[in-house]
């Protein structure tokens, strides 16, 4: 079993709709929590971050973070054609990273 | 990418031949990663750099070495090439170590070995 697992999708929605990617885990020594989007043929870019529980807000995107059940939530608000790309999770104990395989969303117009 | 360049974009190479792909960096940040990607696998890291001449192995480093003589390149060297090393390999850099920045990743090297 992956250390973090992520739904490949693809996730198919129109815009405008609230789209929930999500991530589980099984390393409880994971604190901090990212999701990266990436766009076709392109590097992955930083896109939230999370320290521990909580939720975090940044415009229309909000990750939230429930470290008991292992479980890592992305949410983008009026989901637009430009937000159709790869979101991957990351998560680590400081020092390296652990990746999801990532989610492919596709947002119609 | 601002601040972190990866060459060559695009390379096909046979089966047995020494490969090696660069990443330059003018961030001066002292933390440099290889990763390869390949569907179904997501990102997997090759090796790592903590510092000049100071690296280390990750989850899948065989067939693969890497050098850091200066802070700003960083060498992933692929010994004799295989067909399973086709894939898209990313150079990241980090300030620190995961937390707090996270990662910046180039725009990828997409090899394929025949």
């Known amino acids: 079993q992956k250390e973090v697992e992520q739904d490949p999708g693809p996730l198919s929605v129109p815009e405008g709709a609230i789209v929930s990617l999500n991530c589980t885990y099984s390393?409880?020594?994971?604190?901090?929590f990212m999701w990266y989007r990436q766009y076709s043929r392109k590097g992955p870019e930083l896109l939230m971050y999370t320290y521990s529980s909580g939720n975090k807000e940044d415009g229309r995107f909000t990750a939230q973070v429930d470290k008991s059940s292992k479980y890592i939530s992305l949410f983008i608000r009026d989901s637009q054609p430009s937000d159709s790309a790869t979101y991957l999770c990351a998560m680590g104990p400081g020092n390296m990273l652990t990746f999801g395989g990532g989610t492919r969303l596709m947002v119609k117009p | 990418d601002a601040g972190i360049t990866q060459s060559p974009r695009h390379k096909v190479t046979e089966t047995g031949t020494p490969v090696t792909l660069r990443c330059h960096q003018t961030e001066n940040h002292r933390y440099m990663y290889w990763y390869r990607q390949d569907p179904g696998h997501g990102l997997r890291l090759i090796h790592y750099s903590y510092g000049v001449k100071d690296t280390d192995k990750g989850e899948v480093s065989d067939g693969y070495s890497v050098s850091r003589s200066k802070t700003e390149d960083f060498l992933l060297t692929l010994e004799s090439a295989t067909s399973s090393q086709t894939s898209v390999y990313f150079c990241?850099?980090?300030?620190?170590?995961?937390?707090?920045?996270?990662?910046?990743f180039g725009s990828g090297t997409r090899l394929t070995v025949v």
């Open positions: 390393n409880s020594a994971f604190q901090y």
């Open positions: 990241a850099i980090s300030e620190s170590p995961g937390a707090n920045y996270g990662y910046t």
